[in-house]
């Protein structure tokens, strides 16, 4: 299938965080595959599905970095432009900590030369913190094991969601070898609270910015999804 044909007829979305495992919206077709020169890191604070604003969680944003591939899905809608206008109204709901949106080049296994599709869609963080409230930025491993094994939200804990992306590459075929290696820091600081018997304490994790100023998501649908 000639997939950049059909570019200006359909909309073509990357996921690369819970996207992948959960894309919570009606689409046609669906392609596994990466893109270039940006890796996956957990350097997005979440306050109202996987964590709170004075206990933020960690989830997914993308780094550019040359040379680095990150791997995921791209999910095609089509079918007209109301359907796209309601995946679209849907996906600026919840993938709202995100202050960018760009357009990227996506390519399948064994075809890295040639983009199996232009223009697909992918909702990224940048790190400035004037136009990015949500920005919490790189720590040491330890520090960001310790955040993500106690945060919790309405939508649950922040270490299942890491854990759902570590199981998730795994059955795409392409684990993430930044994602293991936190989800075993996370693991470990999980086995220390069960020891001392203190599950669900929080661990005191310094941050930068101030979330208790950030109003929280109403829309039940999108807190269920993540």
């Known amino acids: 299938m000639e997939l950049s044909r ?9 996921g690369y965080g819970s996207l992948v495992w959960n894309p919570g919206f009606d689409f046609d077709d669906k392609i596994i595959g990466f893109i270039k020169d940006y890796r996956r890191v957990f350097d997005l604070a979440c306050i109202d599905h996987r964590g709170t604003p004075e206990y933020p969680a960690r989830t997914c944003t993308l780094e550019s ?23 679209m109204q849907y996906l600026e709901r919840r993938e709202c900590e995100y202050d960018k949106k760009a357009s990227v080049d996506f390519y399948k296994e064994g075809e ?32 960001m094991a310790r ?8 939508c649950g804990n922040n270490r299942d969601y890491l854990f759902s992306m570590e199981k998730a590459m795994f059955l795409l075929g ?8 936190l989800a075993k820091e996370v693991r470990k600081v999980l086995g220390a609270l069960k020891e001392k018997k203190t599950a669900g ?11 208790k100023q950030i109003v929280p998501l109403q829309e039940t649908a999108v807190l269920d999804s993540r």
């Open 6 to 14: 059909i570019l200006n007829m359909v909309l073509w979305v990357f």
């Open 65 to 87: 970095k040359e040379g680095a591939v990150c791997w995921g899905v791209a999910y095609c809608v089509k079918g007209g432009h109301e359907k796209e206008r309601i995946a």
């Open 112 to 143: 890295d030369l040639q983009p199996a599709v232009t223009g697909v869609l992918v909702f990224v963080s940048t790190p400035n913190k004037i136009t990015n409230r949500y920005y919490l930025g790189p720590a040491p491993l330890e520090d």
């Open 147 to 154: 955040q993500i094994a106690t945060a919790s939200g309405p």
């Open 174 to 181: 392409h684990e993430d070898e930044y994602v293991i290696e």
């Open 201 to 211: 304490a929080h661990f005191p994790v310094k941050f930068k910015l101030s979330f």
